[in-house]
């Protein structure tokens, strides 16, 4: 039997079909691991009363209810945010790469991320919207804290499909145009664009008061270049091609593309954002940590 | 560079195969789909070149390890720096001796050894510079074509053989001449008989700047072997003439033996044919002009020539030898001196005997003994200077002294002959000469070596000689010394104990003293008698077939028990060769191979002597280590370039 937190492997996720399901795993299993979680009752509205057991908070004790009954109880609060947060996802061609046969690919595993952090958000009751990124801004949904919200962005993040040129660019300076509260914003996607630009989108979002997190999402076979021999590489997105001797290549390529994270990560962090590589085969409580840490830090 | 199996360069072929894989490599590369091309492509763009270079290094590592090891298969033979080959100069030196007639199975040494030449020059360039020597013949150069039309279908073999030594140094006159047109290679077909490889060894090859192949020709030979002719030389009345009879062994009735004689210088040789039970052929032939005469005998037995097959010999004139006899003992008007009686032992053999007086003794200059072969000096007294005849020995001249009275020679004389004169002593009852003590090489060719021809005179004076320098070859019965001789320089001289006066006994008396008197001086004149025609001639002979302009081929002096036989006086004398110089025809292919450890020798095994591959073989330098070096150098790039697909860790 399946446990909870074996969900949070990828290889485990992608058997579940439904996303709802999925994401219900992921975060019920990225639940388990933690515990005794720092983030329940951050909020003040009174959620019930449990005994007191040696460790708990001497300030958190209702002194009332003591008095009334000469037991102590702690008071304990639902959780209660203002959290905007909106789930970019990008859908381009290129997100639906998988190296190796059967694998999840990118766009997989960024929707499956993606669901999970809004399961997560819903049920911490955090507004959470969706932003369906291409060449431009295909989809957004506000962001609201209902059940019903959540439904409606998993069924989205379910018919969502890869297609199209990556131009991150248009898309996320719609979206600064149209998002006016403060939100987090967090960005799924290979960042396989223009940087600059990107960076300038960005840019722009930081100014207006979001918070940005940026998962780039790449599949282990085009960080590695994990091929052999002569090679005939296609882009699937302008179907551009390159004969060339991957093992020759290797090192320069690799070099190349962590010259370019890099930037990707340099320039996020000046914008005061987050920036995290991961690869479809990279656990989801990684990314799950990463967030709450973000949002640890907002709020 | 030439290869021992040219077939095996098909192999190359082979090259196709790298090639193909190289171009048809690009086309089989997988397609593959890469969202991050665009670092891909900038990745090709940046290795572009080093990956072009890898590609020609790699595809040219992969051609060299299949060539590489297709050459090692077709057996590369380098000779060094200058290549030789079937463009380069060849020397075929074909031994034509008559030992190349002997024939095994249907065919002669000599059809196998042409075979194996044509079969040679079939493969060379039709302008090959190519050089032949034969024995007995003269050098043919010129193009393959020339030389295979010289080589006829049966050889003129002359009677008697150039030894491979001879062949040799011809050849090597005509090294550096072809030498320039390359390393050349040189090929020695023989039988490798005893008589071949006279003389030979590395001593030969030393200075030679070629390859050297040596191809024994073998074969079995028929088993019929000569003994040593024994002839004589005499007037008849036909006049002189040749008669000659040699033992025979291995005639039987189930083959036809027959013995052959050839005389140089007379055109048709003849043949006895020996019976079953025979065991014996004679021969007599006429004899003209002076000689010395040559010939040869040798035994066919069913057309083939016969193991231990031929026996030479040489008949001649003994040569006239100059004598001076020098009196310096007795005065103008005495009777009959000493040297009276020593001329007379010479009136007639040799006629160039010549006796001076005592008043002339002291004119005998240099320019006097420089025409003089013998000096015949008799009594201690005046006679000509001491340094002159020092001189003379020295120079290859021969002295002979004789006591002519009681007195002893003078302290310098006695210097010169080795000798010291301790007084002069009488012998009452008469002193007679060991028999057995005068076995000296000076009294070898005294006729009949008769111990008792010498043992007759009685000597009733003697002086007392004791060697000091030289050595005493006769003894007296009782032991004194009556004879001592030395060498000095290329001369010799003989001191006497006796003298040929009434005073000393009976010596000139007796027919003996002639005897004597020539043996002496034959024996004491070898370089200018028939010693002289049995040296080896050193240039090769190069004259047409006939008498040789020198006296003769063969090696060395002869040796005491060599079977010479001789006659004084006027009849011819007649020198038979020794034993080992006569010819055997067993081949010895592995006496031939322990003659040459030089690395540019090789000796091809007889069972493959046609073998080409051999012929055309070089192996100076034996490719197989560099073979290896090589495929392993190439074998590390092509792994080093091609390298092990590296797949980083996630």
Redesign the interface.
């Given at each position: 039997m399946v446990r909870p937190e074996q969900y949070l492997n990828p290889e485990i996720a992608r058997r579940v079909k439904r996303l709802d399901l999925k994401a219900k795993f992921i975060v019920e299993g990225f639940l388990v691991g933690l515990h005794d979680s720092p983030y329940r009752g951050l909020s003040l509205e009174f959620s019930e009363h449990r005994k007191y057991v040696p460790g708990d908070d001497p300030r958190r004790l209702d002194w009332t209810a003591w008095a009334k009954t000469d037991r102590l109880y702690i008071k304990t609060y639902q959780a209660e945010t203002n959290l905007a947060a909106y789930l970019l996802v990008d859908t381009s061609r290129s997100m639906g790469y998988a190296g190796a046969a059967g694998a999840m690919t990118k766009l997989e595993y960024a929707t499956a991320l993606a669901a999970a952090l809004g399961y997560l958000l819903t049920s911490q009751n955090d507004t959470v919207g969706l932003g369906l990124l291409g060449s431009d801004l295909h989809k957004l949904i506000s962001p609201r804290c209902s059940r019903r919200q959540l439904v409606r962005i998993l069924a989205e993040l379910a018919q969502t499909k890869a297609a199209g040129v990556t131009s991150l660019a248009p898309g996320l300076h719609a979206v600064a145009r149209r998002v006016k509260r403060r939100s987090l914003i967090v960005l799924l996607s290979d960042l396989v664009d223009e940087f600059s630009e990107v960076l300038e989108a960005l840019r722009r979002l930081a100014f207006r008061g979001h918070d940005l997190v940026v998962f780039q999402i790449l599949d282990p076979r085009e960080q590695n270049l994990d091929m052999t021999g002569p090679v005939v590489l296609k882009d699937p997105e302008t179907g551009a091609e390159v004969a060339t001797d991957a093992d020759h290549i290797r090192a320069e390529y690799a070099h190349r593309l962590d010259a370019f994270v890099q930037r990707c990560r340099r320039g996020v962090k000046e914008l005061g954002g987050d920036f995290a590589v991961m690869t479809t085969s990279t656990p989801f409580d990684r990314a799950l940590c990463r967030f709450l840490a973000e949002r640890k830090r907002r709020f | 560079m030439t290869f021992g199996d040219r077939s095996v360069l098909v192999g190359l072929v082979a090259l196709a195969i790298p090639l193909a894989i190289h171009l048809l490599?690009?086309r089989?590369?997988?397609?593959?789909?890469?969202?991050?091309?665009?670092?891909?492509?900038?990745?090709?763009q940046?290795?572009r070149g080093?990956?072009w270079l890898?590609?020609a290094a790699l595809l040219g590592c992969r051609l060299a390890v299949i060539a590489l090891l297709v050459l090692a298969l077709a057996q590369p033979q380098t000779g060094g720096a200058r290549e030789s080959g079937p463009g380069g100069p060849w020397i075929i030196c074909l031994d034509t001796s008559p030992s190349m007639l002997a024939s095994g199975k249907g065919t002669t040494r000599y059809e196998q050894a042409r075979e194996a030449v044509l079969r040679l020059l079939a493969h060379l360039d039709g302008t090959s510079p190519v050089t032949l020597v034969r024995s007995g013949r003269e050098t043919v150069q010129g193009t393959p074509e020339r030389i295979r039309a010289a080589l006829p279908q049966k050889p003129t073999v002359w009677w008697h053989d150039e030894p491979l030594a001879s062949l040799i140094a011809r050849a090597a006159v005509n090294l550096p001449e072809t030498a320039r047109q390359g390393r050349p290679c040189l090929v020695l077909l023989t039988d490798a008989t005893d008589w071949a490889l006279r003389n030979l060894g590395p001593a030969q090859f030393k200075d030679l700047d070629a390859e050297v192949r040596l191809v024994p020709i073998g074969g079995e030979t028929r088993n019929g072997r000569l003994g040593l002719p024994r002839f004589t030389v005499a007037e008849t009345e036909e006049g002189r003439r040749l008669f000659l009879d040699v033992d025979v062994a291995g005639a039987d009735a189930s083959r036809s033996t027959t013995v052959h004689l050839a005389l140089v210088g007379q055109s048709r040789p003849q043949s006895v044919a020996v019976g079953p039970g025979e065991a014996r052929a004679k021969f007599t032939a006429p004899l003209e002009g002076t000689g010395p005469w040559q010939g040869r005998v040798w035994i066919v037995i069913d057309d083939a020539l016969a193991a231990d097959n031929e026996r030479f010999f040489t008949a001649a004139e003994p040569a006239p030898i100059r004598v001076l006899i020098v009196d310096a003992a007795h005065a103008e008007n005495e009777p009959v001196g000493a040297a009276d009686l020593v001329a007379a032992a010479f009136p007639g053999l040799p006629p160039a005997a010549k006796k001076v007086t005592r008043a002339q003794s002291d004119a005998v200059d240099e320019a006097a003994l420089g025409q003089t072969d013998v000096v015949l000096w008799i009594g201690p007294q005046a006679g000509p200077s001491f340094d002159a005849v020092e001189r003379f020995v020295r120079g290859g001249g021969a002295l002979i002294w004789l006591p002519a009275n009681a007195e002893e020679p003078e302290e310098k004389l006695a210097e010169l002959l080795g000798a010291e004169v301790d007084g002069v002593e009488t012998a009452a009852d008469g002193a007679t000469i060991n028999p057995g003590g005068y076995a000296s090489d000076l009294l070898a060719a005294f006729e009949g070596g008769a111990a008792a021809d010498l043992a007759g005179p009685v000597f009733t004076q003697r002086l007392v000689l004791k060697p000091r320098r030289g050595s005493a070859s006769i003894h007296f019965t009782d032991g004194r010394t009556a004879v001592v001789s030395q060498t000095r320089g290329r001369g010799r001289t003989v001191a006497l104990a006796v003298g040929p006066g009434k005073t000393w006994g009976n010596l000139a008396a007796r027919p003996e003293f002639v005897v004597l008197m020539h043996s002496l001086v034959e024996a004491l004149a070898p370089d200018r008698t028939y010693r002289a025609m049995n040296r080896v001639v050193g240039r090769p002979w190069r004259g047409q077939e006939g008498p040789a302009r020198g006296p003769g081929n063969y090696p060395g002096a002869l040796p005491a028990d060599s079977g010479a036989q001789g006659r004084l006086g006027r009849s011819p004398y007649s020198v038979n060769l020794p034993p080992e110089e006569t010819a055997d025809l067993t081949p010895q292919p592995n006496r031939l191979a322990a003659a040459f450890s030089d690395q540019r020798t090789r000796v091809l095994d007889p069972s493959q002597a046609f073998d080409l591959k051999g012929l055309m073989a070089h192996p100076a330098t034996n490719p197989a280590a560099w073979f290896v070096v090589a495929l392993t150098l190439v074998l590390a790039a092509e792994t080093f370039l091609a390298?092990r697909?590296?797949?980083?860790s996630?």
């Open positions: - | 490599g690009r089989r590369a997988r397609r593959v789909p890469l969202p991050t091309v665009r670092f891909a492509d900038g990745a090709h940046a290795t080093r990956l890898k590609r390298g697909p590296r797949r980083p996630p």
